[in-house]
């Protein structure tokens, strides 16, 4: 159990659109969920929680009109990335945290590509 | 700005050789976790710690939990090549260090 999926697994988009990105966790329900973005050769920046039924929280510097997240049931979490320019090409991850545990489960990646 | 320092940063050695990576906190946590993501793929948890100085083993992962929940180290007996990956560690507020990028050449 505790598996995640997101969709789709990459993107190619020209500068200037939408694109949203899914995550799902498929066997369990999480009230909470973390998305992450993630440069070649470096780790995983946490860019926002997102909160089942409430607004996400971001992190310092993460412009929440750009990320736009909804959480809007206990297995969906979504992240739109709004006005895509290329410097917003990146992995995008998130992770879902089974209630009660402190275990986090993550989603195999969206790459986003801006062109 | 990363709050978890890890070390080293890179790390090449021949297959059967050991090794220890640190992630090193100032801050107190209830948990830590540790992962390994290898390229194109999310994170995949290897383990939780929770209690002051406690150690797991996972066959030739020994992981180890500071006395005062504020560090840990993963050690590796006998590297593989299947070992090769990025290590990464995080605490309970789900920040994570930078991460130990592994090699191990057969």
């Known amino acids: 159990g505790a598996v995640v999926s997101q969709h789709p697994s990459w993107v190619i988009c020209k500068s200037g659109t939408s694109v949203k990105i899914e995550c799902r966790s498929l066997?369990?329900?999480?009230?909470?969920m973390f998305w992450y973005r993630q440069f070649p050769k470096q780790s995983l920046m946490l860019m926002a929680t997102s909160n089942e039924g409430s607004k996400a929280t971001y992190e310092q510097g993460v412009e929440k009109d750009k990320f736009l997240i909804n959480h809007a049931s206990l297995t969906l979490s979504t992240l739109t990335v709004t006005s895509a320019h290329p410097e917003d090409s990146s992995f995008y991850i998130c992770?879902?945290?089974?209630?009660?545990?402190?275990?986090?489960?993550f989603g195999p990646g969206t790459r986003l590509t801006v062109l | 700005t990363q709050l978890l320092e890890q070390s080293p940063q890179f790390l090449s050695i021949q297959e059967g050789e050991n090794l220890t990576v640190y992630c090193n906190s100032s801050s107190v946590f209830s948990s830590l976790q540790w992962y390994r993501q290898e390229p194109g793929e999310g994170p995949v948890l290897l383990v939780t710690?929770?209690?002051?100085?406690e150690v797991k083993k996972l066959k030739r992962l020994t992981f180890q939990f500071g006395d005062a929940r504020k560090d840990s180290s993963l050690h590796i007996t006998a590297a593989q090549p299947g070992d090769t990956g990025l290590y990464l560690c995080a605490f309970n507020d789900m920040r994570f260090g930078a991460g130990t990028r592994l090699t191990v050449k057969p």
């Open positions: 992770s879902a945290g089974r209630q009660g545990t402190d275990t986090q489960y």
């Open positions: 066997d369990f329900q999480a009230t909470t």
């Open positions: 710690v929770v209690t002051g100085g």
